[in-house]
């Protein structure tokens, strides 16, 4: 099994920034693709963004041209940028990474954090 651990989350105004990241552990990892995903109370969990094993990207139609999905190869991590933030972005964030360990692929997640957006 492999550990993802994320960090970044917080309480923010409406129309401020936060940057989430998590970062995948494990012996002889390789970052292949990673998303990011939010659930509100009482709602389902959704897609915000993922980023394929080329660079590719893509985004809920909620979060465009306001989020940005990135990944750092180096440090297996992938971040999630969010910018303009409004009152319903609140919600768990869930980080999934899959990875290549030792030959075989996984797909992990982490533990959530939480994003508050509120005056």
């Known amino acids: 099994q492999v550990q993802v651990v994320e960090s970044g989350g917080g309480l923010v105004q409406p129309g401020g920034s936060l940057r989430l990241s998590c970062a995948a552990s494990?012996?002889?990892?390789?970052?292949?693709?990673g998303g990011w995903y939010r659930q509100a109370p009482g709602k389902q969990r959704e897609l915000v963004a993922n980023?394929?094993?080329?660079?590719?990207?893509n985004y809920a139609d909620s979060v465009k041209g306001r989020f940005t999905i990135s990944r750092d190869d180096a440090k297996n991590a992938a971040t999630l940028q969010m910018n303009s933030l409004k009152p319903e972005d609140t919600a768990v964030y869930y980080c999934?990474?899959?990875?290549?360990?030792?030959?075989?692929?996984?797909?992990?997640w982490g533990q959530g954090t939480q994003v508050t957006v509120s005056s």
């Open positions: 999934n990474l899959v990875v290549v360990l030792a030959g075989h692929e996984y797909d992990s």
């Open positions: 494990g012996s002889i990892v390789v970052l292949y693709a």
């Open positions: 980023i394929g094993s080329d660079g590719s990207t």
